[in-house]
T-cell receptor, first 115, second 112 residues
Framework: QKEVEQNSGPLSVPEGAIASLNCTYS??????FFWYRQYSGKSPELIMSIYSNGDKEDGRFTAQLNKASQYVSLLIRDSQPSDSATYLC???????????????FGKGTLLTVNP | SQTIHQWPATLVQPVGSPLSLECTVE??????LYWYRQAAGRGLQLLFY??????ISSEVPQNLSASRPQDRQFILSSKKLLLSDSGFYLCACLRSSYNEQFFGPGTRLTVL
């Protein structure tokens, strides 16, 4: 199993719908998880971080973490065309220790929100 | 807040030419710094990271090298570029209080 896996998509949803982005991870990834949004031609932008099991909400975004199932998701409510981007899931590498902190990224899911 | 600067923004270089990409960080001291490459249609690949001046860890064997001559400066270099070195090069900084990585604007490198 790859360390962090995402469906490459593309995922297409109509404007106003809920977009659901999913990510699974292996035993080589643990502790902290992050969702980044990357517009075409731009650098990734951190939009959500989650550290413990359960849900974390920030505006229209909700991150969900289930460590038993090794599963993390991002829900985008009331999707807007401006949400169209590639979403990257990342987790802390378990061989990170002390100051040697590293992230492992999935390949990203392309989301298109249709007006 | 932290700000990451990268230059140049775009670069077109011939195969076999040298490379130097620079990353500087403002608003923090002694940050962990990272170099990533994102090739077309592929994920982010960690190339190097640094926890302090002169301290470089390499993640992937390649013809690239990195240096950290100053606390908030991180440089990516190559003596001879390959076609496969083309990609989007991103510098990132760690905000240690939250273990969150933030990215600079990136340098898009095309090797012809």
């Amino acid at each position: 199993q790859k360390e962090v896996e995402q469906n490459s998509g593309p995922l297409s949803v109509p404007e106003g719908a809920i977009a659901s982005l999913n990510c699974t991870y292996s035993d080589r990834v643990s502790q902290s998880f992050f969702w980044y949004r990357q517009y075409s031609g731009k650098s990734p932008e951190l939009i959500m971080s989650i550290y413990s099991n359960g849900d974390k909400e920030d505006g229209r975004f909700t991150a969900q973490l289930n460590k038993a199932s090794q599963y993390v998701s991002l829900l985008i409510r009331d999707s807007q065309p401006s949400d169209s981007a590639t979403y990257l899931c990342a987790g802390t590498s378990t061989n990170s220790g002390g100051s040697n902190y590293k992230l492992t990224f999935g390949k990203g899911t392309l989301l298109t929100v249709n007006p | 807040s932290q700000t990451i600067h990268q230059w140049p923004a775009t670069l077109v270089q011939p195969v076999g030419s040298p490379l130097s990409l620079e990353c500087t960080v403002e608003g923090t001291s002694n940050p962990n710094l990272y170099w990533y490459r994102q090739a077309a249609g592929r994920g982010l690949q960690l190339l190097f990271y640094s926890v302090g001046i002169g301290q470089i860890s390499s993640e992937v064997p390649q013809n690239l090298s990195a240096s950290r001559p100053q606390d908030r400066q991180f440089i990516l270099s190559s003596k001879k570029l390959l076609l496969s070195d083309s990609g989007f090069y991103l510098c990132a900084c760690l905000r240690s209080s939250y273990n969150e990585q933030f990215f600079g604007p990136g340098t898009r490198l095309t090797v012809l």
